[in-house]
């Protein structure tokens, strides 16, 4: 009876399974096959020691990552905290409008913000109109943080705002009840039990900004290339299968790693946060 | 008073348009282990939450020590609590959690380990200190709630049905402990639950509560014996309460007979409830001189027996240690010191919800402020007589004739016999006559709405879990 049931579920299993070799399994080791060999296809390290060529890019995307993540968070944690006191419609209602501009398509938002922000852009006619002189804001490392704190700021308030929603009353009730006034709730109750909401939040935010390409592209004006819009290059206008596969592979090594040292901060027993 | 270090005075509050507490009064004594109690939604709770300061009145006064405190707020009081469902913090281990008010106040650290360490021996649990919380039983994270509580040194500590969610052997030992912190610690306790006999266990006083208000406050032993109402008689424990007349000091006459009791004050003839408590009424042979019937049922309930003895239109409830057996003929007897009298302050009449705050007592239809029920279902209405209003006589309302007017001190106590049931109203109106033809009205918020005990007792145990 037992051998029957695994063998039905392991059947159930198998299109999974097979899904996940051909997309996942065999496309990284795709991206490893190109890393380690040249055009002809012969085995070769060059294209792991070109990379010092591009350490500068990996270490402005890591940093500009860090920056996003960093005013991410400082936004969504109040953000989250403050909707969560408020009534479930609204709650439902500012959840909703944070999600809406996710509906639309990522490249038309980038489109919309170098719009608002280029030199003849709405803020600056706008400024002009009234008798200012315009301010340069496209093509700046501001413009680029900017449009990605734009794009992945939601994904750091759903998982904080959903461990918060779920906290207890009355553990908010007890900190008072214990000598704590509003502040003091919130820094020594709210934030803590947060932890893996934030958590989640930061990986979620981190791992994207690191990796994007496009927004640099469009709102930095091309000026400040970042590993994403390296890889792009190296399949669409070099050709260089080889190097743009050793970049990404680097890539993902160093964000795996990355969300290894995150995931030391919450251990298993803790509840709430999404784990992606 | 000097020693009362809890005053509550005329306090109301409302909460979405519909009144959970009317105007109560209540004076706490300093050291003493005070119960609330009541079925869900009698406002139990919400009294507590004042005291807490997580609740403000709408109207009148809460009193700290003679200070008026209603704007203060819980963190600057000299109160903790010790929630329904603990409220541990997740994210500390025990000694963090049981520390945690003690680092707020900023206290050097080796006295706070000082306190601690006492504290979890006051609970019974000594190296416990580095356990996680979600690695507690039910009964562990009790007591660390409790010792998180106390190790504030608070004046007053409050409870909301602390052991609710423990197993019945679990909640009997912590009875007994929390009783023996009190003695030990010697500062108030405050404790909210639904159990009336954990109540009776525990208490100094116990207050009842229902609908808003408080319907008696006094000793266990006055609560249990002499029961000021139907409604504190019917909740404490299962009455037998029949229509009687006072026939004079220390006669009443109920159930076709004369007994002797121990009650006097009352107007010649004054029609009165008799409570019997089941474990009061004996089984005896059945001669003249007993009220007679046959047993119904024989029920076992572990210490005792539960008979149900069908005698003049009355199903009595009667608790023993021997049984009789089912279908035989058996006697009553009940002694005068078992006789309890309870004044009818109170007019209780059967009625059915129409619709949402309309309800149907004795075939006309009254404005009440209940919406939570099923239409149609069948229920109680309890109106004290003082909010019993005499009017003209109209259609629209419940009719009878002035059966008897007797002057009391302060006001003029009105019977009226409507037929089907006679209606006492308290009243300063002194231009009435005996066989004057009357209409009786009450307002809205006067008409205290009670299900039938057995299904308030069942829904209690669910609907507290909210």
């Known amino acids: ?276 | 008073m000097a020693d009362n270090i809890i005053n509550l005075e005329n306090i109301t509050v409302t909460y979405d348009g519909e009144k959970v507490l009317k105007g109560i009064s209540l004076y706490i004594r300093d050291k003493e282990f005070v119960t609330l109690l009541g079925p869900s939604g009698c406002g139990k709770t919400t009294t507590l939450r004042i005291i807490g300061g997580f609740v403000e009145p709408d109207s009148g006064d809460v009193f700290f020590d003679g200070k008026k405190i209603n704007d203060l707020p819980p963190h600057k009081r000299q109160v903790n609590t010790v929630f329904q469902r603990y409220a541990l913090f997740p994210h500390l281990n025990v000694y963090d959690n049981i520390a945690f008010g003690l680092r707020v106040q900023k206290m050097p650290e080796d006295e706070i380990k000082e306190r601690v360490l006492s504290m979890l021996k006051l609970v019974n649990l000594e190296g416990y200190q580095r356990r996680k919380i979600s690695k507690l039983s039910g009964g562990q994270q009790q007591r660390i709630a409790i010792a998180r509580a106390l190790v504030n040194r608070p004046r007053v500590l409050l409870l909301d049905e602390p052991l609710g969610a423990l197993d019945l052997q679990l909640r009997k030992e912590m009875q007994i402990e929390l009783k023996r912190m009190q003695q030990q610690l010697d500062i108030t306790f405050i404790y909210v639950t639904h159990d009336q006999e954990e109540a009776l266990t525990m208490s100094d006083t116990i207050v009842v509560m229902n609908n808003g208000t408080i319907q008696q406050i006094g000793t266990p032993e006055d609560i249990y014996n002499e029961p000021k109402n139907t409604f504190v008689a019917k909740f404490i424990g299962a009455s037998n309460i029949i229509n009687g007349v006072m026939l004079e000091d220390y006669k009443v006459a109920f159930a076709d007979r004369i007994y002797e009791c121990v009650d006097k004050g009352f107007t010649a003839n004054e029609e009165v409830d008799v409570v019997i408590r089941p474990e009061d009424i004996k089984i005896v042979a059945p001669t003249e001189e007993y009220l007679t019937g046959f047993v119904e049922s024989v029920t076992f309930k572990g210490v005792h027996y539960e008979m149900i003895v069908d005698s003049y239109d009355m199903k009595w409830t009667i608790h023993s240690t021997k049984s009789a057996e089912e279908g035989s003929f058996v006697g009553l007897n009940i002694t005068p010191e078992d006789i309890h009298i309870m004044r009818k302050s109170e007019n209780i009449a059967d009625a059915i919800m129409v619709d949402n705050n309309v309800v149907s007592i004795q075939g006309k239809t009254y404005e009440c402020d209940e919406n939570s029920l099923l239409y149609n279902e069948s229920v109680e209405v309890q109106i004290s007589s003082k909010d019993v209003l005499i009017v003209e006589p109209s259609d629209d309302l419940i009719c009878g004739e002035i059966e008897a007017i007797n002057k009391r001190s302060v006001f003029i106590e009105v019977v009226i016999n409507t037929g089907e049931k006679k209606w006492i109203s308290h009243t300063t109106n002194d231009a009435l006559t005996v066989g004057q033809r009357v209409g009786i009205t009450f307002d809205s918020d006067d008409i205290y709405i009670i299900r039938t005990v057995e299904s308030e007792l069942s829904a209690t145990t669910e609907e507290e879990d909210e």
Request: proline letters at 4%; one cysteine or more; charged letters at 10%.
């Open chain 1, 1 to 276: 009876m037992k051998k029957s049931s695994s063998l039905w579920a392991r059947l159930c299993a198998a299109p999974y399974i097979v899904w996940m070799i051909i997309f996942i399994a065999a496309p990284l080791l795709m991206v490893a096959y190109y890393a380690f060999t040249d055009a002809a296809g012969n085995f070769t390290l060059k294209n792991i020691v070109a990379l010092d060529g591009y350490a500068g890019i990996f270490i402005r995307s890591i940093w500009y990552g860090i920056i996003t993540t960093i005013i991410s968070l400082i936004i969504a944690f109040p953000f989250a905290y403050a909707i969560s006191q408020k009534s479930t419609k609204y709650q439902s209602t500012m959840i909703m409008l944070l999600m809406v501009p996710m509906w639309m398509n990522f490249l038309i938002r980038t489109y919309s913000w170098m719009n608002i922000l280029s030199d003849n852009g709405i803020i600056n006619t706008a400024l002009k109109a009234i008798g200012f002189a315009p301010i340069e804001m496209i093509n700046t490392p501001g413009a680029v943080i900017l449009g990605m704190v734009y794009n992945f700021m939601p994904y750091m308030v759903l998982p904080i705002y959903s461990v918060i929603s779920k906290m207890d009353r009355n553990i908010i009730e007890a900190a008072q009840d214990l000598g704590c006034n509003k502040l003091k709730v919130i820094t020594r109750v709210v934030l803590p039990m947060s932890v893996p909401g934030i958590v989640s939040g930061i990986t979620m935010v981190f791992v994207p900004s690191v990796s994007t390409f496009y927004i640099s592209q469009k709102l930095g004006g091309g000026k400040y290339d970042l590993i994403g819009d390296t890889i792009e290059r190296q399949f669409q206008t070099s050709y260089n299968y080889n190097l743009g596969a050793s970049i990404s592979l680097v890539l993902m090594i160093l964000l795996l790693v990355c969300m290894a040292f995150m995931n030391t901060f919450t251990s298993d027993d803790e509840e709430g946060g999404i784990v992606i």
